[in-house]
């Protein structure tokens, strides 16, 4: 194996390290410390470990449930996907439990603290911890499994998933007395931390993958282009152009960025032309060579027909 291929492989698990420990420090110092839950398998066990008053623990719960989801990770997202996730599931199995057993001044518990803000910043951080991981091909399981299987053949949002799996978990919280973390404004704290969490989950993902469209007016067009083909590596499409108060023809360059790129394009492009001209407006879905795959659903194979 190359020593690039074990770098990048090595990369990938330090990421999914990281980020599975800012995951599961969201929940066990700050969300389940003050009684609170959300959505996805991590709020369902929370929540079922409230109801029962820790006989069903939630790291158990939470490691014995994601065993049955893993079949489908396997199914629809192949071998890579499955290790990554066992050991992204065992890891933050085993931190759940650690964690608070022999860490317990990691729980910010603070009777003067709002808890609108445990909320945001219990939210903010589940969302990087998550982003991380399913950026890196990993998952914590459960409804993330759901997510990247729907995201892979369909062009929909993970967390817009989350979103609408999350109301009925956290639906549930009506069902528990208030002394143990359920009731109507417990319920209400868990929403706001599910739109929170979606979010900013989307924000980590898609982030990276935001693109641009820039529109550039300039005389000296062809040697922008250049620049563009040849130094950036990205496609150029000069469209014709007639400038209406001089009547002169000139060309608009119309060019597909991604969102990291902008600015030193534009840094090169003022190099190059000081007097041009450029448009920017954000590009939300971009498909084809050097961006996204366009997603159609499964690819259904066709039944041969019986000729009589």
């Known amino acids: 194996m190359k020593t690039s291929k074990i770098l990048s492989i090595l990369w990938d698990y330090f990421l999914m390290t990281a980020g599975t420990f800012v995951y599961v420090m969201a929940w066990t110092s700050f969300l389940q410390p003050n009684h609170l839950a959300s959505g996805g398998l991590t709020g369902l066990t929370t929540i079922l470990d409230y109801a029962t008053q820790g006989r069903l623990p939630m790291d158990l719960t939470f490691a014995l449930i994601n065993v049955f989801l893993l079949v489908a990770?396997?199914?629809?997202?192949?071998?890579?996907?499955?290790?990554?996730?066992?050991?992204?599931?065992?890891?933050?199995?085993?931190?759940?439990?650690?964690?608070?057993?022999?860490?317990?001044?990691?729980?910010?518990?603070?009777?003067?603290?709002?808890?609108?803000?445990?909320?945001?910043?219990?939210?903010?951080?589940?969302?990087?911890?998550?982003?991380?991981?399913?950026?890196?091909?990993?998952?914590?399981?459960?409804?993330?499994?759901?997510?990247?299987?729907?995201?892979?053949?369909?062009?929909?949002?993970?967390?817009?998933?989350?979103?609408?799996?999350d109301v009925f978990i956290i639906s549930s919280l009506l069902l528990i007395p208030v002394e143990q973390g359920g009731g109507v404004v417990n319920m209400i704290y868990a929403y706001m931390m599910m739109l929170v969490f979606s979010f900013g989950v989307d924000y980590v993902v898609l982030g990276e993958k935001s693109s641009v469209q820039l529109l550039v007016f300039s005389k000296k067009y062809k040697e922008i282009a250049d620049h563009i083909i040849y130094d950036v590596q990205r496609g150029v499409t000069a469209l014709q152009s007639v400038g209406w108060y001089?009547?002169?023809?000139?060309?608009?360059?119309?060019?597909?960025?991604?969102?990291?790129?902008?600015?030193?394009?534009?840094?090169?492009?003022?190099?190059?032309?000081?007097?041009?001209?450029?448009?920017v407006s954000s590009a939300n879905s971009v498909f084809g060579e050097g961006f996204e795959e366009i997603k159609s659903g499964p690819v259904r194979k066709k039944s041969k027909q019986i000729e009589g």
Do not use: C
Request: glycine share 10%; proline share 4%; net charge neutral.
């Open 73 to 165: 990770g396997f199914l629809f997202l192949g071998k890579s996907f499955g290790f990554k996730t066992i050991y992204v599931i065992g890891l933050s199995s085993l931190l759940f439990w650690l964690l608070p057993a022999y860490f317990p001044e990691l729980e910010v518990v603070d009777p003067d603290l709002d808890k609108i803000m445990v909320v945001l910043i219990g939210g903010a951080m589940e969302s990087i911890g998550i982003g991380l991981i399913l950026l890196r091909g990993g998952s914590t399981g459960g409804t993330d499994i759901v997510a990247m299987i729907l995201n892979k053949y369909w062009p929909i949002s993970p967390g817009k998933v989350y979103l609408y799996s």
């Open 246 to 279: 001089s009547q002169q023809e000139s060309k608009v360059l119309l060019i597909i960025l991604r969102k990291q790129q902008m600015n030193e394009v534009i840094n090169e492009i003022k190099r190059i032309d000081k007097d041009a001209f450029v448009s």
